[in-house]
């Protein structure tokens, strides 16, 4: 679960408890949507994505100015990769193992 801030999660193994993640969403601009799977979970919002790594808490950002063509309109993951939406079209990320993105 996201709100403006915080990303809210919940163990895998299936427990009730809801903890904070180490993560600002802020730094994604207005929260739009959220994807997770038992890798990673990924916030897409107006200013870009933040991914972040269930297993080792590790962070990965992707920004509209930097790496993306535009805001995230939806998010997908499929497998080895993550779709972003854009205005301007698709975009596809390759994951890593671990769930992580690639370079």
Do not use: F, K, N
Request: glycine share 12%.
């Amino acid at each position: 679960m996201a709100t403006d801030e915080q990303l809210l999660v919940r163990p895998l193994s299936g427990a009730t408890d809801w903890h904070a993640a180490p993560l600002d969403l802020r730094a994604v601009g207005r929260v739009r949507r959220l994807v997770a799977d038992e890798r990673s979970v990924v916030v897409g919002g107006s200013d870009g994505l933040i991914q972040w790594q269930r297993r080792t808490g590790s962070v990965r950002r992707l920004t509209v100015s930097g790496d993306l063509p535009g805001p995230v309109l939806d998010l997908v993951l499929a497998g080895p990769w993550l779709w972003v939406g854009t205005p301007a079209g698709l975009l596809r990320v390759r994951r890593a193992d671990d769930g992580g993105l690639w370079p």
